[in-house]
């Protein structure tokens, strides 16, 4: 059985943080309602202004996208994790005792047939979710799964209504915490992972009632999700993939008797989940030289050697459906992953060794709209580079060792 509740709550500093302005349009006139600001105005802007979050030991850094200005400088106590909430505008910052919303300033309001851009001040709101130890954050189908390791809850929020600074969501619990993941599907389906504080054994599907439509526990160590192109979500194994499409899981199992993919990314765009590949089961921290790609039609799962080692922060997805590497060289490795051929090395950074301990600064990429941004902590440094031309298109300097990167749209 799974313990279910709905809330609604509203956030006064949210509310006071953002200001949406009204602009008439010609001769039309809006009758939108929009939260007013008693702290920093909004400005319009010629075009979507895109930002980047990167945390550090002591708060959060809010950059520029396109210049790597840094507009804000948010003091936060703790260690934290960063996720974008995939509305263009807030990221989930992941704190002891919870999910918060940090609002990046930035955003986009539709008007009719066009848009207006505005920008305000960074603020970090007061609008949070679930309790303590925060785990992963998954967008998917127009919601977002948030999941508590602490105590097994589910927080489904609506992206569109984090805009208006009235969070609706819905959560429900289950039988025992774990360090687990959900992914929620439009049919209102819920996919979630099977455990509890010592082990984790496989997924179950969870229908509109969170009452269990079918389970799998076939993966053992079962650990991260991606989704690919119509909606196929994989879920990571010690020994493989489970592959779920509908109702359906499939399992594909790994060549070697360990072979850990615990980290994937996915594409809309396309069929192959890329996902890191470890296969030393007594290593105290396997630095890989090969990763995964799985096809998620025919279950095939090839391994690839990268030539050089990479960390769980290395993985990403480029334009097309590429799959985006980088490396401990300091190189971006692009490959198309269809046929596993690379296609480009582009020099990004310098060299590096992935620390012993995950929460330590180490480099992060995140790709968006075919620009990968690059953190690089030992030299405090951002760097932009174009997947498009494959060349570096700009470069930052920064106050702190960074420690995670996200970005959102604007």
């Given at each position: 059985m799974f313990a279910q509740r709905t809330k609604l709550t509203r956030s006064l500093a949210f509310l006071t943080a953002a200001s949406f302005a009204?602009?008439?349009?010609?001769?039309?006139?809006?009758?939108?309602?929009?939260?007013?600001?008693?702290?920093?105005?909004?400005?319009?802007?010629?075009?979507?202004?895109?930002?980047?979050?990167?945390?550090y030991d002591g708060g959060i850094l809010v950059l520029d996208a396109e210049s790597l200005e840094q507009v804000a400088d948010l003091p936060i106590d703790g260690f934290i994790r960063l996720n974008s909430a995939d509305n263009g505008r807030n990221v989930f910052v992941s704190e002891s005792d919870g999910f918060r919303v940090l609002d990046m300033g930035t955003w986009t309001r539709q008007h009719g047939d066009h848009g207006h851009y505005y920008t305000t001040t960074p603020a970090l709101t007061d609008m949070t979710f679930g309790g303590e130890e925060p785990g992963h954050v998954v967008p998917h189908d127009s919601r977002i799964a948030l999941f508590t390791d602490g105590t097994g809850q589910v927080d489904i929020v609506e992206p569109a209504e984090l805009l208006r600074g009235n969070p609706a969501s819905t959560s429900f619990t289950l039988p025992e915490p774990h360090h687990?993941?959900?992914?929620?599907?439009?049919?209102?389906?819920?996919?979630?992972?099977?455990?509890?504080?010592?082990?984790?054994?496989g997924i179950a599907i969870l229908d509109p009632e969170r009452k269990e439509i079918v389970r799998n526990d076939q993966c053992p160590g079962v650990h991260g999700e991606a989704a690919g192109a119509g909606g196929v979500l994989a879920f990571g194994c010690e020994?493989?993939?489970?592959?779920?499409?509908?109702?359906?899981?499939?399992?594909?199992?790994?060549?070697?008797?360990?072979?850990?993919?615990?980290?994937?990314?996915?594409?809309?765009?396309?069929?192959?989940?890329?996902?890191?590949?470890?296969?030393?089961?007594?290593?105290?921290?396997?630095?890989?030289?090969?990763?995964?790609?799985?096809?998620?039609?025919?279950?095939?799962?090839?391994?690839?050697?990268?030539?050089?080692?990479?960390?769980?922060?290395?993985?990403?997805?480029?334009?097309?459906?590429?799959?985006?590497?980088?490396?401990?060289?300091?190189?971006?490795?692009?490959?198309?992953?269809?046929t596993a051929a690379k296609t480009a090395t582009i020099p990004a950074i310098g060299a590096w060794t992935e620390p012993d301990e995950w929460q330590s600064p180490m480099p992060n990429v995140v790709v968006q709209e075919g620009i990968a941004y690059v953190s690089d902590p030992a030299a405090k440094k951002i760097v932009a580079v174009d997947l498009n031309k494959n060349e570096k298109v700009g470069e930052a300097d920064l106050p702190h060792e960074t420690i995670e990167l996200a970005a959102v749209t604007g």
């Open positions: 009204l602009v008439a349009c010609g001769s039309e006139d809006s009758s939108e309602s929009a939260p007013a600001s008693s702290s920093a105005a909004a400005v319009e802007q010629q075009s979507a202004t895109p930002r980047l979050a990167l945390s687990g993941v959900a992914v929620f599907r439009e049919d209102g389906t819920v996919v979630v992972t099977v455990g509890n504080e010592e082990s984790r054994s020994d493989g993939l489970l592959i779920v499409n509908g109702n359906d899981i499939r399992k594909v199992e790994s060549p070697d008797e360990y072979g850990r993919i615990g980290n994937q990314a996915g594409s809309e765009e396309s069929p192959i989940i890329l996902g890191d590949y470890k296969s030393d089961p007594d290593a105290e921290l396997e630095r890989p030289t090969r990763f995964s790609l799985t096809d998620t039609r025919t279950g095939q799962l090839r391994l690839v050697d990268l030539g050089t080692s990479y960390s769980f922060r290395s993985i990403e997805r480029g334009p097309g459906g590429s799959a985006v590497i980088l490396g401990t060289d300091g190189a971006l490795h692009v490959f198309d992953a269809d």
